[in-house]
Nanobody
Framework: DVQLQASGGGLVQPGGSLRLSCAAS????????IGWFRQAPAEAREFLAA????????YYADSVRGRFFASRDNAKNTVSLQLNSLKSEDTAAYYC????????????????????WGQGTQVTVSS
């Protein structure tokens, strides 16, 4: 079974940082790109970042570019997302997902480009 387990969420003050992790199992991890998304209550799932199978190529949504940073360790089957300078509007459930999207903005940001999803980890930014 393909499994993705996101962790590392929590409560953080505005301006703070968190590091999310996504542990993968059940598939050949280094053949897939990993996408990060988030979803706030009553809102659509929003693309944040994608990191290619070899970790050398990354793509970020405009809303988080320069604040969020993705990395991966294929030897450990994990991907991380560093969240910096957090704002209240970053409050959401954060998800990692695996797929083989075409490396173009339109395909990277589509939820349907990632067949496999983790269960999400909650990030709450509040003073």
């Amino acid at each position: 079974d393909v499994q993705l387990q996101a962790s590392g969420g929590g409560l953080v003050q505005p301006g703070g940082s968190l590091r999310l992790s996504c542990a993968a199992s059940g598939f050949t991890f280094d053949e897939y790109s990993i996408g990060w998304f988030r979803q706030a209550p009553a809102e659509a799932r929003e693309f944040l970042a994608a990191i290619k199978w070899n970790g050398g190529i990354k793509y970020y949504a405009d809303s988080v570019r320069g604040r969020f940073f993705a990395s991966r360790d294929n030897a450990k089957n994990t991907v991380s997302l560093q969240l910096n300078s957090l704002k209240s509007e970053d409050t959401a459930a954060y998800y990692c997902a695996a797929g083989t999207p075409v490396w173009l903005q339109a395909d990277l940001s589509r939820t349907t480009s990632y067949p496999s999803w983790g269960q999400g980890t909650q990030v709450t930014v509040s003073s």
